[in-house]
């Protein structure tokens, strides 16, 4: 972001490279695997974490980001800032200057025709691109010449590189992809499985959900990467015997994503053929409490909506009291270990937009008990409290998952020393997390007390994300129940905070208003109870090396440094 | 018999278009979105731009009668330009899956020579190893051959290949070292050394599978068997002084047949099918695989057309155990 | 089959279930699997009644512990009692298993039996049986969760309802294979000779099913249905995993194994014992329907 960072990044970059370079493709093949097969070889189109990260492998953006989040340049010369006139005084325009000696697999140089293409080919209405808001706020590029990209922006942004920074953005081949713009997208078959790029490997062979077998690009700007001649990129089955193939069995180099019960990844790193490694982002496993009543009482336009507000949730009270009564600690130790760090924050990274607190840290089961006496509720005989008739119930749904099914137990067990009486519920992936107006059971439609899942921002900065708890932004019937203000937190405090976030260019001040929404929708409001910092978890073979672990962008951002010991 | 057989062909024609109407809705009235695998991070509107791109904004009966059309119209006329070089389909909009935006027919036939031979291949060693068996048991009711076939098919019938894929993958990979944990589908047979990886890739799930098979068939075998031991045509053919061998092998085993060949002919539909979870646990990457994660992804076309596909297979297979009970048991008659 | 009237028994010494009961008791292995499976659902429902520990108690202090005196089957990775979770995970999955078995059962038996007897119905219910075998389980299963969830959790409570849709859930997706068979059966039984002369004293058709047809087809309905017992056991345990079935908090046999299969190498008792508890109990539904088989066939009978 600053010179600082790239200057770090640079020398981190030069500090992992292996000693000494034997030459392009001498270290054999290298074996990936990914529990969760990719579909298809294009990110405009997909956006799944498997399709991003497959693809990454063979097509680039113009900067990538580093595994402390700080920006470095791939297809570009430097990375443009307000300080070397990059970035225009008014912040309304960000020049790029394309890398001149890069050239695509196919040996034609790369272009800003090309950037600019890219551009016009996700804006397509037709096109049903996933990442049009990387892009917002831009009203158009220019291309000045062949190696000069401009990005406009309508107004003033102080974070203007959301385009073609990180691996949702990548370059496109023009002369590839132009007859696949608008409604012929999603025919381009040919060209969507193998997209010509810029990145160390290209396509052979691509079998959807099952395998992608790779070879080294000959035309890759340094002649001496990748230290490997061909990449078998596989997908598929779960993580548990991924987890096994790097570490136990030692069929495979790299293992992508091993979310398991911490005992278990360490009984398998003790095998000895692998490498656990962590690399920490945004993500932040949370309990969102809703603030609506989702009662199936209520007709269908009024349940789960701002119109009825929660019995008893409403009530701060109860919902620290909630908060209070879990042990973050032993949670996260149990569900995660060293794959997890407990926390207070909805935005837990990157360091300096987090407000880093510790309050929630403690249990307190009897200042939570304090708090619901306080507040009316009477324990009763059978151990649930109840007030005005009302009893503490409440139901709890997450998607499923062995981790959460373990953290729904647990809370549940201490809300039960609370007077809260719990109902756990878990529902597939696929509808949980899906958009399906019509199904009552997907995350967005609430139809529960409290819900819990993870969530995370794209790049290092968290406006965007704080964004969902603006008022209005709710998911209600009028709106198809789209939407991501998910617990229904309307503050007028909150909104006009934000709008200032969104006009300050100060770094500094942008880090402080940051924490301050940060915190009011955590230690202020108890609107949400985060539970866990989780970390990105991979292992590598031992004789693998040049494996640099990065929540920030692809996990295999640097495969081209990659080599065998 | 033939004039059954030719009527029951007619028939199919209705038959199918109502399963495929039956399936059709099915999926379009369960709960689930092809947009739940996208990142929380992309806005909704973005999500609904691209569900619309899918073809979702089209009323539901337009969609059925485009599917229909691609499926028993376009796909087969790819089917005859592939082979006749013809360029009857060309520029037409084939059946095109959500998650991958590639042809279904082009997945179909990329992932049906793994599972033709792994799920094949540990059917055809099922009812090998179960037809002996359950004649054998049969036969010596309550031997200790017997009692022991018994136990160990209840056994293996009773676990769950969640759990033997697993187990089998701890003791022949993890330990022993023998065979590989993950299924190669790169792998071209052709050479020897290479067949022998293809061996030894295959064993571990040909195993667990056949388990199953093996257990299930061998019961009904045998039950089957034991019903027709101590019919009346049994003893006359003993008093005509048959041997032994023919009674059994002849006289019983034909007529034990029945039930049994039900359940073989319902089980190759399967084969095609693919087996789900035991091809997850080994990464064969076949039908089963691709059906599961379609429906994970609620990936419309891909999960109609291979259910779809599948009911052909139930059908013609169905029809063809009624033609062998007609030819086992002349007695039978349809009509 | 033992609540004959006593007066029956006076008048009608050789009645039929007197004979079958005769022929039952003298069968071993039938003994053996009945006193096993009395066992079992004894064990399963009695023990809880006076154990100290609660099946969903999370003491998490003594988690991942082994075999001790106070927790015999050691504890999961939470600290619960394996011991408590296996005995009330078989009470859940006994009763589905039973209830399950039997839905598809019945369904099965009825409507081959149909097919097969009356040629009229034959087409149609066979097309019927090939349209639900053609039918894509999962999806089935998300939509009668989806349909059905809510009214049933109003009207029975969160358990009992999802305990019935899964109970449904499993029978009717179940029960084709045994219609099939069934089916086939009876298309060879009903051109046999006694069939023909029963039917040409003028016996009806109910009559001709119940005595004459059914005894003879009883051999894989009793197969099907000990192979049922372990599938809908096996399906239930699917079922969770897809977040389809009970609650997560609510343990199964099927589940446990499931969940236990991860620490394989770590704490192999773990998936020990509700993988021998499944077996125990689908060995011992095996030989009791052998038992069974033999005792209602005609033929064996007073071999």
């Not at chain 1, 405009?44 to 580093?66: F, H, V, W």
């Not at chain 2, 990886?197 to 075998?221: D, E, G, N």
């Not at chain 2, 087996?275 to 999960?303: C, K, M, S, Y």
Request: charged share 15%; net charge neutral.
């Amino acid at each position: 972001m600053n010179l600082k960072s790239i200057l770090l990044g640079a020398v981190v970059a030069l500090a992992f490279a292996p000693a000494s370079f034997a030459g392009r493709g001498t270290d054999g093949e290298v074996k990936i695997i990914y529990w969760q097969a990719p579909s298809i070889l294009n990110p405009y189109l997909s956006n799944g974490t498997k399709d991003i990260e497959s693809s990454s492998l063979i097509i680039e953006p113009l900067a990538r980001y580093n595994q402390d989040g700080a920006m470095v340049p791939y297809l570009v010369t430097s990375i443009p800032t307000l300080g070397n006139g990059g970035v225009s005084a008014d912040q309304k325009s960000i020049t790029w200057n394309l890398d001149p000696a890069i050239v695509w697999s196919d040996g034609t140089p790369l272009t800003s025709a090309d950037v600019k293409f890219t551009y016009d080919y996700c804006m397509d209405p037709n096109g049903g691109c996933a990442n049009t808001v990387k892009f917002n706020g831009v009203t158009g590029i220019d291309t000045p010449d062949a190696s000069t990209v401009v990005i406009n922006f309508a107004e003033a942004s102080p974070n203007p590189y959301g385009p073609f920074v990180g691996g949702q953005t990548p370059i496109l081949q023009k002369a590839q992809f132009a007859d696949c713009m608008g409604a012929k997208a999603q025919t381009c078959t040919a060209e969507n499985f193998g997209p010509v790029g810029t990145g160390p490997f290209k396509v052979v062979d691509f079998k959807p959900n099952d395998v992608i077998r790779m070879v080294a690009n000959d035309n890759y700007r340094d002649p001496n990467k990748p230290a490997f001649a061909t990449l078998l990129f596989k997908g598929g089955g779960d993580a548990t015997g991924a987890g096994r193939s790097v570490m136990e069995t030692g069929e495979f180099d790299y293992a992508w994503n091993l979310q398991l019960a911490p005992d278990v990844i360490a009984k398998m790193e003790s095998a000895g053929k692998g490498t656990v490694i962590v690399g920490f982002g945004p993500s932040v496993e949370r309990i969102e409490i809703n603030m609506t009543d989702p009662s199936p009482s209520l007709d269908a336009d009024t349940r789960a909506t701002r119109k009825a507000p929660h019995p008893f949730l409403s009530d701060i009270r109860v919902r620290k009291a909630l908060s209070l009564a879990i042990d973050r600690v032993l949670l996260t130790e149990i569900g995660y270990g060293q794959m997890g760090k407990p926390t207070c924050d909805l935005v837990a990274g990157p360091a300096v937009y987090s407000s880093q607190n510790t309050h929630c840290m403690k249990q307190d089961i009897a200042g939570a008990n304090n708090l619901l006496d306080n507040a009316g509720w009477v324990m009763g005989s059978d151990g649930v409290r109840t007030k005005d008739g009302m009893r503490l119930s409440v139901l709890y749904q997450t998607s499923t998952n062995a981790v959460r099914q373990d953290y729904q137990a647990l809370v549940k067990q201490w809300w039960g020393e609370i007077g809260v009486e719990t109902e756990l519920r878990n529902l597939s992936a696929s509808i949980f997390f899906g958009g399906d107006p019509s199904s009552p059971d997907t995350f967005q439609k609430f139809y529960s007390d409290v819900e819990m899942y993870t969530n995370n921002f794209d790049g290092t900065d968290p406006q965007s994300y704080l964004a969902m708890y603006l008022c209005g932004n709710e998911p209600k019937p009028e709106s198809q129940w789209q939407g991501e203000n998910i617990n229904r937190y309307c503050d007028i405090a909150y909104d006009a905070l934000h709008a200032e976030l969104t006009r300050t260019g100060d770094m500094e001040k942008r880090y402080e208003i940051a924490k301050r929404l940060n915190d009011m929708l955590t230690k202020d409001s108890y609107t949400m109870i985060p539970l866990t910092h989780r970390g990105g978890v991979a292992a590598h073979a031992k004789s693998l090396g040049g494996v640099v672990m990065n929540s920030w962008d692809s996990e295999l951002w640097n495969v081209s440094d990659w080599y065998r010991k | 018999m033939l004039s059954f057989t030719i009527r029951r062909l007619i028939i199919m024609i209705p038959t199918l278009l109502l399963i495929s109407l039956v399936i059709f809705l099915l999926l379009e009235l369960a709960p689930g979105d092809p947009m739940a695998q996208i990142p929380l991070t992309v806005p909704p509107e973005v999500k609904q731009q691209m569900r619309l791109a899918l073809g979702l904004g089209e009323p539901m009966h337009i969609r059925y009668w485009k599917w229909i059309v691609q499926f028993f119209w376009l796909e087969p006329q790819v089917l005859i330009d592939y082979y006749f070089g013809s360029s009857f389909s060309e520029g037409k909009l084939r059946v095109i899956s959500w998650q991958t935006r590639g042809p279904v027919m082009d997945l179909v036939v990329q992932r049906l020579p793994q599972t033709v031979w792994v799920v094949g291949m540990s059917y055809i060693v099922g009812v090998v190893i179960a037809l002996p068996i359950g004649i054998y048991s049969a036969y010596k009711q309550y031997s200790i051959f017997d009692q022991t076939g018994t136990f160990i098919s209840m056994i293996g019938y009773s676990v769950p290949p969640f759990f033997s894929g697993v187990l089998v993958i701890v003791i022949f990979s993890v330990t022993l070292g023998w065979f590989p944990s993950i299924y190669d589908t790169t792998l071209v047979v052709d050479s020897w050394d290479n067949f022998v990886l293809q061996l030894k890739q295959m064993i571990m799930p040909v195993m667990v599978l056949a388990l199953q098979t093996t257990a299930q068939l061998s019961r009904f075998m045998r039950a089957s068997m034991l019903d027709n031991l101590n019919q009346d045509y049994v003893r006359t053919a003993r008093a005509k002084g048959l041997g032994e061998s023919v009674v059994v092998m002849v006289h019983v085993l034909r007529n034990s047949m029945i039930p049994v060949v039900t359940v073989i002919a319902l089980g190759v539909p399967s084969v095609f099918g693919g087996a789900i979870i035991t091809e997850q646990v080994f990464r064969v990457n076949g039908i089963g695989q691709l059906l599961i994660t379609a429906i994970q992804a609620t990936d419309l076309p891909l999960v109609q057309t291979l259910t779809f596909m599948f009911a052909i297979l139930i059908v013609i297979f169905n029809l063809i155990a009624d033609v062998l009970y007609g030819i086992l048991d002349p007695r039978i008659r349809y009509d | 089959m033992t609540n004959i009237p006593s007066d029956n028994l006076i008048k009608k010494p050789r009645s039929r279930w007197f004979d079958v009961w005769d022929q039952f008791k003298s069968h071993k292995g039938a003994l053996v699997g009945g006193v096993f499976f009395v066992f079992i659902i004894m064990a399963v429902y009695l023990i809880p009644l006076f154990w100290p520990h609660d099946a969903t108690y999370i003491d998490i202090r003594s988690r991942n512990q082994g075999v001790s005196l106070w927790h015999p089957f050691g504890t999961d990775q939470l600290g619960r009692d394996t011991f408590a979770r296996m005995m009330q995970g078989g009470q859940t999955s006994i009763a589905v298993g039973l209830t399950a078995m039997a839905l598809s059962l019945f369904l099965g038996t009825f409507v081959g039996v149909m097919a097969g007897f009356f040629n009229k119905l034959d087409n149609v219910l066979m097309r019927l049986t090939d349209l639900f075998l053609a039918l894509p389980l999962l999806p089935l299963l998300l939509l009668m969760m989806l349909l059905f969830r809510d009214p049933l959790n109003a009207a029975f409570g969160p358990e009992k309802g999802i305990f019935i849709l899964i109970v449904l859930a499993i029978g009717i997706t179940s029960w084709m294979p045994t219609a099939r068979i069934v089916r086939g059966d009876i298309l060879a039984i009903k051109e046999r000779e006694f069939v023909l002369a029963a039917r040409s004293i003028g016996t009806k058709n109910s009559k001709l099913i119940s005595r004459h047809i059914l005894p003879n087809v009883v051999s894989p309905i009793m197969v099907s249905a000990t192979l049922g017992i372990a599938n809908a056991i096996i399906t239930e345990s699917a079922l969770s995993f897809l977040g389809l079935g009970f609650p997560p908090d609510f343990p199964t046999w099927g589940r446990l194994l499931y969940d236990a299969t991860d620490y394989l190498t770590m704490y192999p008792e773990r998936v020990f014992w509700p993988g021998f508890a499944i077996s125990l109990t689908v060995l011992s539904v095996n030989y009791l329907g052998d038992g069974l088989r033999d005792a209602l066939d005609p033929r064996i009978r007073g071999r």
